[in-house]
């Protein structure tokens, strides 16, 4: 199973990005994927999550500008991020929770199954 983040790159404060996770072997819709923050110097942290139901679950910190959603057709999951800043820089990783549900230990980062490797978000002007 590979499962691949990409869609990160250089953006100004207040730009916009979209994530894109995919998997091959694995079919996503039956899964909850989250998708955790890596930022230099701290801990890892969850962003937001898609359960197998369309159930969402958002960080607070992002509440209002990012959107996540999935594409059953592709096998893939996005996240829309919108009016970024400096705070949200760092590696994006997604990863599956084969219960398919987004709840607090899913937004912790434990009792996943497959992460993918991340990519990097920077904003700066």
């Known amino acids: 199973v590979q499962l691949q983040a990409f869609g990160g790159g250089l953006v100004q404060p207040g730009g916009s990005l979209r994530l894109s996770c995919t998997a091959s072997?694995?079919?996503?819709?039956?899964?909850?994927i989250a998708w955790y923050l890596q930022a230099p110097g701290k801990e890892r942290e969850g962003v937001s999550c898609i359960g197998a139901d369309g159930s969402i679950a958002y960080a607070d910190s992002v509440k209002g500008r990012f959107t996540i959603s999935r594409d059953a057709v592709k096998n893939a999951v996005y996240l829309q991020m919108n009016n970024l800043q400096p705070e949200d820089a760092g590696a994006y990783l997604c990863a599956t929770e084969t219960r398919g549900v987004c709840d607090n230990d899913v937004m912790m980062g434990t009792g996943l199954d497959y992460w993918g490797q991340g990519t990097q978000v920077t904003v700066s002007s």
């Open positions: 072997e694995l079919a996503l819709p039956f899964y909850a």
